[in-house]
């Protein structure tokens, strides 16, 4: 059952992060549910045994009825949880959320100083993302504070671990990027070299050691650096499920990006035919639609042959084995990439492609 119910309730956004999950023409899907349509998705998916439901987009705060969505989710059962950068959060709005039901928020922050923050997301709101993080703690609600890494922060990490200390959080999520829209078309730009990584992992290590059970750290590893994929949403649409804002349902929220299937939409079906029946859906369940090696293969259960989405990207057929396993015939364009990684530390932003509607963006080469 589809365990964990995400809405991407828009993605309209303020920011301009050039590793935004949301696709490169988002501009095309300006056609958002309503919120009677949104009641109707929750109503649909607590029927189907979801639990965890996260709001989430672009800027979910951009939404005037997200304190009503909120609370229709909590009358249903939902632990629901809010994924934001905190713009467009105020401490009013905030206790109208905790009053409704909010149950958690993920506040992301992109450096641990104004400078750097304002330069990678395009406005200056280091200090509101703070007085907001300030904020909910003093609300009492449980949060995570989610840290994007790139090249461009990832040295600092200790920085970071000693700001979620002082916020008071309880979590800090170092989520190396997946290099899908935005983030692909800046991968150049964006990708870490392995010795910052393993620099990082040991800052991450030593931090978990001193600090105990005072601050949970997680750490997201890279793909791009693992010789094996990650078990991809526990498996295509096995407990995850995304509705974008235009209502198209999906088995993780970059699968639009696989361009030769057709995804159903809220509109047109409900939710449980989309979940059980439609073809989407039931392209990548169980392993009969997997070649060698991953059909022979004794960790296919462990990993479900990794990620269709980066499959598709980077061999340009979705029922590839993931390229990151080093069984795969196609690692090398893994490694040829790891090894163009720029070795310099960043120091011009202004190489790289902000997520802008207006911004001219340039063709990328997908597998170099």
Not at 75 to 92: A, E, K, P, Q
Not at 330 to 359: F, V
């Amino acid at each position: 059952m589809p365990l964990w119910l995400v809405v991407e309730l828009t993605y309209k956004c303020p920011l301009k992060c050039p590793w935004c999950s949301n696709p490169v023409e988002f501009e095309r899907y300006r056609n958002e549910l309503s919120t009677e349509e949104w009641k109707s998705v929750l109503r649909e998916g607590r029927k189907l045994g979801a639990l965890q439901l996260g709001f989430t987009g672009g800027e979910p705060m951009l939404r005037r009825d997200l304190e009503e969505l909120v609370g229709e989710a909590d009358r249903l059962g939902y632990y629901t949880n809010l994924i934001t950068s905190g713009v467009g959060l105020t401490v009013d709005r905030l206790r109208a959320l905790k009053a409704a039901g909010l149950k958690q928020v993920q506040l992301s922050v992109q450096a641990p100083d104004r400078a750097l923050n304002e330069s990678l997301v395009g406005l200056d709101v280091f200090d509101h993302k703070i007085a907001i993080a300030r904020a909910i703690k003093a609300e009492g609600l449980p949060m995570v504070l989610n840290i994007p890494v790139s090249r461009y922060n990832i040295d600092r990490t200790e920085e970071f671990i000693d700001l979620a200390v002082d916020l008071g959080v309880e979590y800090v999520e170092f989520a190396n990027l997946q290099y899908y829209n935005w983030a692909l078309l800046n991968r150049a730009e964006l990708l870490p070299t392995r010795e910052q990584i393993e620099r990082s992992e040991r800052q991450i290590q030593a931090a978990r050691e001193r600090l105990g059970k005072r601050l949970t750290i997680y750490f997201v590893v890279p793909d791009y650096y693992d010789d094996r994929p990650k078990a991809c949403m526990n498996g295509w649409g096995a407990i995850h499920l995304t509705i974008a804002p235009d209502g198209t349902a999906l088995p993780c929220q970059e699968a639009r990006l696989i361009e030769t299937l057709d995804f159903p939409n809220v509109r047109d079906r409900d939710l449980a035919w989309i979940w059980r029946e439609s073809p989407a859906f039931q392209k990548f369940r169980g392993d009969s639609w997997m070649k060698e090696p991953c059909r022979s293969c004794n960790e296919k259960e462990k990993d479900f042959g990794g990620c269709r989405c980066q499959a598709f990207l980077l061999t340009g057929d979705a029922t590839n084995t993931d390229p990151v396993c080093s069984k795969s015939p196609d690692r090398k364009i893994i490694d040829n990439l790891l090894g163009c990684a720029r070795q310099e530390k960043p120091d011009r932003s202004d190489r790289l492609i902000m997520r802008d509607i207006r911004k001219r963006r340039a063709p990328i080469d997908i597998g170099s």
